[in-house]
């Protein structure tokens, strides 16, 4: 006797089944418009930073001897 062979079927359809992360997902599906009003922000924060301590560098320090 002689075992048919299965073969698989073409189906039209495909798998998607494929489990991605997260961040993968978020990477993939990124604002460019948004991307780039965070870079906006984020370097008005530092900026803002940066002279909060430079004003204090101007300021003379006094000790009380």
């Not at 798998?15 to 993939?28: Q, T, W």
């Not at 009003?37 to 101007?58: M, N, W």
Request: proline fraction near 5%; hydrophobic fraction near 45%.
């Amino acid at each position: 006797m002689k075992t048919k062979e299965k073969i698989p079927m073409k189906t039209s359809q495909p798998n998607n089944k494929v489990e991605e992360s997260i961040y993968a997902l978020l990477v993939r599906s990124e604002d460019k418009k948004r991307a780039l009003l965070e870079t906006i922000v984020y370097g008005l924060i530092i900026l803002s930073a940066l002279a909060a301590i430079l004003q204090f560098t101007d300021q003379p320090v006094s000790f009380g001897a």
